[in-house]
T-cell receptor, first 114, second 114 residues
C-alpha cells in the first residue's frame, strides 16, 4: 500500500500567486482531511470530506482557501491569492468513516509564500 | 513585534529509561483515543489507540492508559531509544461527531539522549 500521497512536497511561491496542493487518499478510505501545521497554532483541521462530500469546512481560514474532492481518489486544496501568513506544512489524511477512526497522514506539503 | 511560537512541553530522557507522556482531553463524550508520533519533516504516524470501554492497552514497547474519571490519557514507552525522539500527539474522537474526526492535542516533544 502506497499510503496517502501528496504533491508537491515543497512549494515556494510569491505572494498573490495561486497555489494548488494535491492529495491521493488510501484506496478504499471514504473520509479525507486537510490539516495545516504551524509552530504558532499547531495542527489545525481545515476541512474534511466523507464520500467526496465536504462535511465541515469551518476550519478554512477565509475565502482565499477552497478544497475539492471530484472523486474518491483525488482531492485538492487551493489558495488564491496566497499570502506569507499561509506559509505552513499542509497535511492530507484519510480514514474509514465506519471505523476504526485512525487517520493515515501523508508526508505533507511545505508551503513557503514570500 | 516578537512572535510567540507554540511552546511544546518537552520530556528529556536517557536511552533505556521508561518514558511517560501525558495528555488531558476535553470531551467527556469522546469514545476513541489515539496517540501519534511525528518525526521531524514527516507526517504524524499512528502508534496505538484505545476505546473508552478499556482503561489499558499494550502494544510493542508502548502502553496507553485511559482514566475517564479525570479525562486523562498517558502513553508509556518502555526502554526508550534515540529513534523514539519525536513530537507525540494525543487525539480524541467525540462519540457524537458522527464522523471519524479527531481533535488533536498540542503535542509533547520527547528527546532521548544516548
Amino acid at each position: 500500500d502506497a499510503g496517502v500521497i501528496q504533491s508537491p512536497r515543497h512549494e515556494v511561491t510569491e505572494m498573490g500567486q495561486e497555489v494548488t496542493l494535491r492529495c491521493k487518499p488510501i484506496s478504499g478510505h471514504n473520509s479525507l482531511f486537510w490539516y495545516r501545521q504551524t509552530m504558532m497554532r499547531g495542527l489545525e483541521l481545515l476541512i474534511y470530506f466523507n464520500n467526496n462530500v465536504p462535511i465541515d469546512d469551518s476550519g478554512m481560514p477565509e475565502d482565499r482557501f477552497s478544497a475539492k474532492m471530484p472523486n474518491a481518489s483525488f482531492s485538492t486544496l487551493k489558495i488564491q491569492p496566497s499570502e506569507p501568513r499561509d506559509s505552513a506544512v499542509y497535511f492530507c489524511a484519510s480514514s474509514l468513516n465506519s471505523g476504526p477512526y485512525e487517520q493515515y497522514f501523508g508526508p505533507g506539503t511545505r508551503l513557503t509564500v514570500t | 513585534g516578537e512572535s510567540v511560537g507554540l511552546h511544546l512541553p518537552t520530556l528529556s530522557v536517557q536511552e533505556g529509561d521508561n518514558s511517560i507522556i501525558n495528555c488531558a482531553y476535553s470531551n467527556s463524550a469522546s469514545d476513541y483515543f489515539i496517540w501519534y508520533k511525528q518525526e521531524s519533516g514527516k507526517g504524524p504516524q499512528f502508534i496505538i489507540d484505545i476505546r473508552s470501554n478499556m482503561d489499558k492497552r499494550q502494544g510493542q514497547r508502548v502502553t496507553v492508559l485511559l482514566n475517564k474519571t479525570v479525562k486523562h490519557l498517558s502513553l508509556q514507552i518502555a526502554a526508550t531509544q534515540p529513534g523514539d525522539s519525536a513530537v507525540y500527539f494525543c487525539a480524541e474522537n467525540p462519540m457524537n461527531s458522527g464522523y471519524s474526526t479527531l481533535t488533536f492535542g498540542k503535542g509533547t516533544m520527547l528527546l532521548v539522549s544516548p
